[in-house]
């Protein structure tokens, strides 16, 4: 299984942004797909998440400001970025699960190897 996030890079505060995560060795549609993130000498922490089935999650943080999204005919995940705050500056990180996971990190199967949002003031 490889996860390939991509799309990160650095914005002006308020700016937008979309991440993508290409997934491969995987029934895609089958499993449950997260985002999530890391700052500087901070814990990873749960963004949002989509289940196989279409339900959609979101942090606090975030809700109102990040959409999820996922295509199954493309094996990809989505996460439109708008408004985005210098405090979300951070490498993301897509995870994928089969059909259980869904705000706990420890329960993912599968990581991608970051992309880093960059979010200037």
């Known amino acids: 299984v490889q996860l390939q996030a991509s799309g990160g890079g650095l914005v002006q505060a308020g700016g937008s942004l979309r991440l993508s995560c290409a997934a491969s060795g995987l029934t895609f549609s089958r499993y449950n797909m997260g985002w999530f993130r890391q700052a500087p000498g901070k814990e990873r922490e749960f963004v949002s998440a989509?289940?196989?089935?279409?339900?959609?999650y979101y942090a606090d943080s975030v809700k109102g400001r990040f959409t999820i999204s996922r295509d199954n005919a493309k094996n990809t995940v989505y996460l439109q970025m708008d408004s985005l705050k210098p405090e979300d500056t951070a490498v993301y990180y897509c995870?994928?699960?089969?059909?259980?996971?869904?705000?706990?990190?420890?329960?993912?199967?599968?990581w991608g190897q970051g992309t880093q949002v960059t979010v200037s003031s």
């Open positions: 989509i289940s196989w089935r279409g339900g959609l």
């Open positions: 995870a994928a699960d089969f059909q259980n996971a869904i705000y706990s990190q420890y329960e993912y199967d599968y």
